[in-house]
């Protein structure tokens, strides 16, 4: 069952891209997350997103949000990805895929894609948005908005 605006996010670890134990504890429930979920590290859409991401991040912080990328990439790529295009936000490696499953997000193009779906939760964990598009660069403009807004 995927996770809908209204749920709350559950509790989840996962591998960051130093290679060490990221647990959901210490972020959800204390401040506001935007999750988003992408197919693949260095391909172009989801380069670009990343990249809004970052050139965003600043203004997630100031409002008290943490950015964190997810994808069934490995920790090795992800830290290429990171160190390439100066990603500032935490990327988590789901290469079992128990995050995307976890979360509900689907595939596209007749299940060869992974999705893309970004997850905004308020500081109570509570999500405020699930936003679920190809189209890399409009997930945070809907991200940054929604955060505004909390």
């Known amino acids: 069952m ?11 670890t996962s591998i960051d891209v ?4 990221f647990n959901s504890k210490e972020y959800i429930g204390k401040k506001a997350v935007v999750i988003y979920f992408y197919p693949k590290d260095d391909t172009k859409v989801c380069t670009d997103q990343a990249c809004s991401f970052r050139d965003n991040y600043e203004a997630f912080k100031e409002l008290g949000a943490e950015v964190i990328g997810v994808s069934s990439d490995s920790v090795a790529s992800h830290q290429k ?3 390439k295009y ?11 895929k128990k995050l995307r499953k976890l979360f ?8 060869l894609i992974p999705g893309r779906v970004t997850y905004v939760a ?11 598009s190809m ?7 809907k991200a940054l908005e929604i955060v505004k807004r909390m």
Not at 18 to 21: I, V
Not at 86 to 96: H, N, V
Not at 135 to 141: A, N, Q, R, V, Y
């Open 2 to 12: 995927a996770l809908q605006k209204g749920d709350k996010i559950p509790n989840f």
């Open 18 to 21: 130093d290679g060490n134990t």
């Open 81 to 83: 990805f990171a160190k």
């Open 86 to 96: 100066k990603l500032p936000f935490i990327l988590l490696s789901d290469s079992d």
């Open 104 to 111: 509900g997000v689907p595939s596209d193009l007749l299940g």
């Open 122 to 132: 308020d500081k109570s964990g509570v999500l405020q948005l699930v936003f679920n």
């Open 135 to 141: 189209s890399g660069k409009i997930h945070i403009e």
